[in-house]
Protein backbone atom coordinates (compact mmCIF):
# COMPACT_ATOMS: atom_id res chain seq x y z
CA UNK A 1 0.00 0.00 0.00
CA UNK A 2 0.89 3.16 -0.80
CA UNK A 3 0.29 7.36 -0.10
CA UNK A 4 1.01 8.77 -3.76
CA UNK A 5 -2.03 11.36 -4.03
CA UNK A 6 -5.23 12.86 -2.72
CA UNK A 7 -6.33 11.93 -5.73
CA UNK A 8 -6.50 7.96 -4.88
CA UNK A 9 -8.22 8.51 -1.58
CA UNK A 10 -11.84 8.26 -0.65
CA UNK A 11 -14.10 10.22 1.45
CA UNK A 12 -13.37 7.45 4.21
CA UNK A 13 -9.84 6.80 3.58
CA UNK A 14 -9.56 10.60 4.22
CA UNK A 15 -11.57 10.06 7.64
CA UNK A 16 -9.75 7.24 8.88
CA UNK A 17 -6.33 8.85 8.22
CA UNK A 18 -7.73 12.51 9.99
CA UNK A 19 -9.10 9.83 13.14
CA UNK A 20 -5.71 7.90 13.44
CA UNK A 21 -3.35 11.43 13.38
CA UNK A 22 -6.12 12.58 16.24
CA UNK A 23 -5.20 9.17 17.56
CA UNK A 24 -1.93 8.97 17.63
CA UNK A 25 -0.98 12.63 18.63
CA UNK A 26 -3.02 11.65 22.05
CA UNK A 27 -1.62 8.60 23.07
CA UNK A 28 2.12 9.06 21.70
CA UNK A 29 3.24 6.32 24.28
CA UNK A 30 0.50 3.70 22.92
CA UNK A 31 2.96 3.69 19.17
CA UNK A 32 6.43 3.68 20.81
CA UNK A 33 7.79 0.39 19.48
CA UNK A 34 5.41 -0.41 16.58
CA UNK A 35 8.26 0.07 14.08
CA UNK A 36 11.04 -1.03 16.06
CA UNK A 37 13.70 -2.89 13.64
CA UNK A 38 12.01 -1.27 10.33
CA UNK A 39 14.00 1.37 8.59
CA UNK A 40 12.43 4.66 6.45
CA UNK A 41 14.74 5.49 3.59
CA UNK A 42 13.62 9.60 3.16
CA UNK A 43 14.48 10.70 -0.33
CA UNK A 44 15.10 14.46 -1.14
CA UNK A 45 15.52 15.99 -4.71
CA UNK A 46 14.26 19.67 -3.51
CA UNK A 47 14.87 21.15 -0.10
CA UNK A 48 12.99 20.89 3.27
CA UNK A 49 12.33 21.87 6.83
CA UNK A 50 9.56 20.55 8.02
CA UNK A 51 9.11 16.97 6.31
CA UNK A 52 12.50 15.58 6.90
CA UNK A 53 12.42 16.85 10.38
CA UNK A 54 9.13 15.39 11.10
CA UNK A 55 9.49 12.63 9.30
CA UNK A 56 12.86 11.34 10.92
CA UNK A 57 11.69 12.42 14.24
CA UNK A 58 8.28 10.42 13.41
CA UNK A 59 10.00 7.06 12.74
CA UNK A 60 11.81 7.61 16.15
CA UNK A 61 9.12 8.03 17.98
CA UNK A 62 8.00 4.75 16.82
CA UNK A 63 10.73 2.97 17.16
CA UNK A 64 12.25 3.29 13.95
CA UNK A 65 14.94 4.33 12.12
CA UNK A 66 15.14 6.85 9.07
CA UNK A 67 18.19 7.33 6.22
CA UNK A 68 18.34 10.86 5.00
CA UNK A 69 18.88 10.32 1.39
CA UNK A 70 19.99 13.31 -0.53
CA UNK A 71 19.72 13.06 -4.49
CA UNK A 72 22.62 15.52 -4.93
CA UNK A 73 24.98 12.75 -3.18
CA UNK A 74 23.31 9.64 -4.69
CA UNK A 75 24.17 7.67 -7.69
CA UNK A 76 21.03 9.59 -8.90
CA UNK A 77 22.51 12.51 -9.55
CA UNK A 78 24.94 10.53 -11.56
CA UNK A 79 22.80 8.98 -13.61
CA UNK A 80 21.11 5.92 -12.23
CA UNK A 81 17.52 5.55 -13.17
CA UNK A 82 14.48 5.85 -10.84
CA UNK A 83 14.19 2.05 -11.40
CA UNK A 84 16.99 1.00 -10.15
CA UNK A 85 17.35 3.11 -7.41
CA UNK A 86 14.01 1.74 -6.35
CA UNK A 87 14.93 -1.66 -6.70
CA UNK A 88 17.88 -1.15 -4.48
CA UNK A 89 16.07 0.89 -1.78
CA UNK A 90 13.51 -1.75 -1.46
CA UNK A 91 16.01 -4.53 -0.66
CA UNK A 92 17.74 -2.45 2.41
CA UNK A 93 14.55 -0.64 3.91
CA UNK A 94 10.99 -1.38 5.23
CA UNK A 95 9.18 2.26 3.99
CA UNK A 96 10.18 4.74 1.15
CA UNK A 97 9.36 8.56 1.21
CA UNK A 98 10.70 10.97 -1.36
CA UNK A 99 10.00 14.53 -2.50
CA UNK A 100 10.76 15.27 -6.06
CA UNK A 101 9.96 17.17 -8.86
CA UNK A 102 8.14 14.89 -11.70
CA UNK A 103 5.23 13.15 -10.25
CA UNK A 104 5.65 10.61 -12.71
CA UNK A 105 9.64 9.71 -11.19
CA UNK A 106 7.41 9.17 -7.64
CA UNK A 107 5.14 6.37 -10.31
CA UNK A 108 8.33 5.09 -10.93
CA UNK A 109 9.63 4.37 -7.46
CA UNK A 110 6.33 3.40 -6.09
CA UNK A 111 5.91 0.24 -9.00
CA UNK A 112 9.70 -1.22 -8.68
CA UNK A 113 10.46 -0.45 -4.61
CA UNK A 114 8.47 -3.73 -3.28
CA UNK A 115 8.43 -1.42 -0.15
CA UNK A 116 5.42 1.34 0.65
CA UNK A 117 6.24 4.37 -0.66
CA UNK A 118 4.81 8.10 0.05
CA UNK A 119 4.93 10.94 -0.94
CA UNK A 120 6.71 13.99 0.74
CA UNK A 121 5.66 16.37 -2.17
CA UNK A 122 5.69 16.85 -5.94
CA UNK A 123 5.14 19.12 -8.30
CA UNK A 124 1.62 17.50 -9.13
CA UNK A 125 0.53 16.61 -5.02
CA UNK A 126 1.36 17.26 -1.36
CA UNK A 127 -0.44 14.45 0.55
CA UNK A 128 1.64 14.17 3.47
CA UNK A 129 0.35 18.24 4.08
CA UNK A 130 -3.21 18.47 3.29
CA UNK A 131 -3.89 15.20 4.94
CA UNK A 132 -2.62 16.57 8.17
CA UNK A 133 -4.05 20.11 7.32
CA UNK A 134 -7.44 18.33 7.23
CA UNK A 135 -6.71 17.38 10.40
CA UNK A 136 -5.50 20.84 12.11
CA UNK A 137 -8.99 22.06 10.41
CA UNK A 138 -11.19 19.09 12.08
CA UNK A 139 -9.05 20.40 16.38
CA UNK A 140 -10.10 23.72 14.83
CA UNK A 141 -14.24 22.77 14.34
CA UNK A 142 -13.39 23.82 10.68
CA UNK A 143 -14.00 20.55 9.10
CA UNK A 144 -17.97 20.76 8.60
CA UNK A 145 -19.94 19.78 5.45
CA UNK A 146 -20.68 23.68 3.42
CA UNK A 147 -18.02 25.66 5.30
CA UNK A 148 -15.97 27.51 2.91
CA UNK A 149 -12.22 26.90 2.37
CA UNK A 150 -10.46 30.11 0.31
CA UNK A 151 -7.10 29.03 -1.40
CA UNK A 152 -5.62 32.63 -2.25
CA UNK A 153 -2.79 32.49 -4.63
CA UNK A 154 -0.81 29.74 -6.69
CA UNK A 155 -3.40 27.65 -7.31
CA UNK A 156 -2.14 25.69 -10.46
CA UNK A 157 0.52 23.79 -8.20
CA UNK A 158 0.95 21.21 -5.49
CA UNK A 159 -0.83 22.33 -2.95
CA UNK A 160 -4.02 23.68 -4.54
CA UNK A 161 -4.06 20.32 -5.90
CA UNK A 162 -4.26 18.41 -3.05
CA UNK A 163 -6.33 20.63 -1.03
CA UNK A 164 -9.00 21.39 -3.61
CA UNK A 165 -9.68 17.56 -3.39
CA UNK A 166 -9.24 16.69 0.13
CA UNK A 167 -11.53 19.62 0.94
CA UNK A 168 -14.06 18.52 -1.48
CA UNK A 169 -14.34 15.15 -0.90
CA UNK A 170 -14.35 16.19 3.42
CA UNK A 171 -17.47 18.35 2.14
CA UNK A 172 -16.31 21.37 2.24
CA UNK A 173 -17.14 24.50 -0.18
CA UNK A 174 -13.95 25.32 -2.08
CA UNK A 175 -12.95 28.66 -3.49
CA UNK A 176 -9.64 28.73 -5.53
CA UNK A 177 -8.44 32.70 -5.56
CA UNK A 178 -5.87 33.33 -8.52
CA UNK A 179 -4.65 36.03 -11.12
CA UNK A 180 -6.86 35.47 -14.38
CA UNK A 181 -3.43 34.71 -16.05
CA UNK A 182 -2.88 31.75 -13.29
CA UNK A 183 -5.66 29.23 -12.93
CA UNK A 184 -6.07 26.11 -11.31
CA UNK A 185 -4.52 22.46 -13.02
CA UNK A 186 -7.96 22.08 -14.54
CA UNK A 187 -7.78 18.21 -14.18
CA UNK A 188 -7.82 18.62 -10.72
CA UNK A 189 -10.14 21.34 -11.18
CA UNK A 190 -12.96 19.17 -12.91
CA UNK A 191 -11.98 15.82 -10.29
CA UNK A 192 -12.46 18.04 -7.57
CA UNK A 193 -16.00 19.43 -9.19
CA UNK A 194 -16.89 15.69 -8.28
CA UNK A 195 -16.90 15.70 -4.82
CA UNK A 196 -18.93 19.14 -4.24
CA UNK A 197 -18.95 23.24 -4.67
CA UNK A 198 -15.66 24.26 -6.29
CA UNK A 199 -15.44 27.53 -7.81
CA UNK A 200 -12.63 30.09 -9.19
CA UNK A 201 -12.55 33.85 -8.46
CA UNK A 202 -10.16 36.59 -9.91
CA UNK A 203 -11.48 39.15 -7.05
CA UNK A 204 -9.81 38.25 -3.61
CA UNK A 205 -11.89 40.65 -1.31
CA UNK A 206 -14.97 38.24 -3.24
CA UNK A 207 -13.15 34.88 -3.24
CA UNK A 208 -12.18 35.12 0.37
CA UNK A 209 -16.09 36.24 1.29
CA UNK A 210 -17.56 34.76 4.12
CA UNK A 211 -14.48 31.91 4.24
CA UNK A 212 -14.21 29.37 7.45
CA UNK A 213 -10.59 29.06 6.66
CA UNK A 214 -8.01 31.20 4.38
CA UNK A 215 -5.18 29.61 3.38
CA UNK A 216 -2.12 30.50 1.34
CA UNK A 217 1.27 28.69 -0.38
CA UNK A 218 4.32 30.76 -1.99
CA UNK A 219 3.88 32.04 -5.42
CA UNK A 220 7.00 30.39 -6.18
CA UNK A 221 7.16 26.52 -5.61
CA UNK A 222 10.46 24.64 -5.78
CA UNK A 223 11.56 24.95 -9.64
CA UNK A 224 9.82 28.06 -10.48
CA UNK A 225 12.43 30.48 -8.89
CA UNK A 226 12.84 31.35 -12.49
CA UNK A 227 9.62 33.17 -12.73
CA UNK A 228 9.69 35.15 -9.29
CA UNK A 229 9.98 38.72 -11.30
CA UNK A 230 6.17 38.31 -12.85
CA UNK A 231 4.92 35.92 -10.68
CA UNK A 232 5.49 38.45 -7.39
CA UNK A 233 3.98 41.33 -9.89
CA UNK A 234 1.04 38.88 -10.82
CA UNK A 235 0.01 37.71 -7.39
CA UNK A 236 0.74 41.13 -5.25
CA UNK A 237 -3.12 41.39 -5.80
CA UNK A 238 -3.73 38.39 -3.63
CA UNK A 239 -1.63 39.15 -0.54
CA UNK A 240 -3.53 37.67 2.54
CA UNK A 241 -3.03 41.17 4.86
CA UNK A 242 -5.27 42.46 7.36
CA UNK A 243 -7.86 43.71 4.59
CA UNK A 244 -8.42 40.93 2.42
CA UNK A 245 -9.13 38.67 5.99
CA UNK A 246 -11.62 41.33 6.87
CA UNK A 247 -13.98 39.98 4.07
CA UNK A 248 -14.03 36.67 5.89
CA UNK A 249 -15.60 35.13 8.54
CA UNK A 250 -14.72 36.99 11.79
CA UNK A 251 -14.11 33.73 13.37
CA UNK A 252 -11.88 32.18 10.47
CA UNK A 253 -8.22 30.51 10.76
CA UNK A 254 -5.84 31.25 8.57
CA UNK A 255 -3.64 28.41 7.26
CA UNK A 256 -0.17 28.29 5.36
CA UNK A 257 1.93 25.39 5.06
CA UNK A 258 5.07 26.77 5.31
CA UNK A 259 7.85 28.28 4.24
CA UNK A 260 5.95 31.64 4.67
CA UNK A 261 7.61 34.56 2.19
CA UNK A 262 6.49 37.26 5.04
CA UNK A 263 5.43 40.15 2.90
CA UNK A 264 4.56 38.63 -0.16
CA UNK A 265 1.63 35.77 0.09
CA UNK A 266 1.55 36.87 3.52
CA UNK A 267 1.90 39.95 5.63
CA UNK A 268 3.84 39.15 9.47
CA UNK A 269 0.53 40.59 10.99
CA UNK A 270 -1.88 38.00 10.18
CA UNK A 271 1.34 34.86 9.98
CA UNK A 272 1.51 36.26 13.70
CA UNK A 273 -1.96 36.91 14.77
CA UNK A 274 -4.40 35.31 16.70
CA UNK A 275 -6.26 33.73 13.71
CA UNK A 276 -3.17 31.94 11.92
CA UNK A 277 -2.72 28.36 13.04
CA UNK A 278 0.24 27.63 10.79
CA UNK A 279 2.25 26.37 13.72
CA UNK A 280 -0.02 23.72 15.01
CA UNK A 281 -0.19 23.06 10.99
CA UNK A 282 3.69 22.25 11.00
CA UNK A 283 3.25 20.18 14.50
CA UNK A 284 0.20 18.07 12.76
CA UNK A 285 2.77 17.16 9.78
CA UNK A 286 4.62 14.85 12.49
CA UNK A 287 1.31 13.07 14.14
CA UNK A 288 0.05 12.42 10.99
CA UNK A 289 2.96 10.92 9.04
CA UNK A 290 3.72 8.58 12.20
CA UNK A 291 -0.72 7.67 11.15
CA UNK A 292 0.37 6.92 7.61
CA UNK A 293 3.90 4.83 8.13
CA UNK A 294 1.79 2.63 10.75
CA UNK A 295 -1.04 2.43 8.20
CA UNK A 296 0.89 1.53 5.19
CA UNK A 297 3.15 -0.94 7.25
CA UNK A 298 -0.19 -2.34 8.16
CA UNK A 299 -0.25 -1.47 11.79
CA UNK A 300 -3.05 -0.56 12.70
N1 LIG B 1 5.33 22.28 4.30
C1 LIG B 1 6.45 21.60 4.01
O1 LIG B 1 6.42 20.58 3.36
O2 LIG B 1 7.60 22.16 4.50
P1 LIG B 1 9.09 21.75 4.10
O3 LIG B 1 9.30 22.17 2.66
O4 LIG B 1 9.95 22.53 5.05
O5 LIG B 1 9.25 20.28 4.25
N1 LIG C 1 4.13 24.81 -3.17
C1 LIG C 1 5.33 24.76 -2.36
C2 LIG C 1 5.07 23.93 -1.16
C3 LIG C 1 6.23 23.87 -0.19
C4 LIG C 1 5.93 22.97 0.99
C5 LIG C 1 6.47 24.20 -3.19
O1 LIG C 1 6.26 23.25 -3.95
O2 LIG C 1 7.57 24.75 -3.10
Not at 10 to 25: Q, R
Not at 98 to 106: G, I, M, N, P, S
Not at 258 to 275: C, F, M, S, W, Y
Request: charged share 25%; glycine share 8%; with cysteine.
Amino acid sequence: MNLLSIWELDKIKIGDYVGLASEVKKNPGKYAHTLEGKTLAMVFEKASTRTRVSFEAGMTQLGGHAIYFDFTTSQLSRGETMHDTAKTLGRYVNIIMARLYKHTDLLEIAKHAGVPVINALTDEEHPCQALSDLETMAEKGKLKAGNRFAFVGDCGFNMANSLMLACAKAGMEVTLVCPKGYQPNQKYLHEAKKYGKVEVCSDPAQGVGGADVVYTDTWISMGLEDEKAERTKAFMPFQVNEELLSHAKKDCIVMHCLPAHRGLEITNEVIDGKQSVVFDQAENRLHMQKAIMLKLMEKI
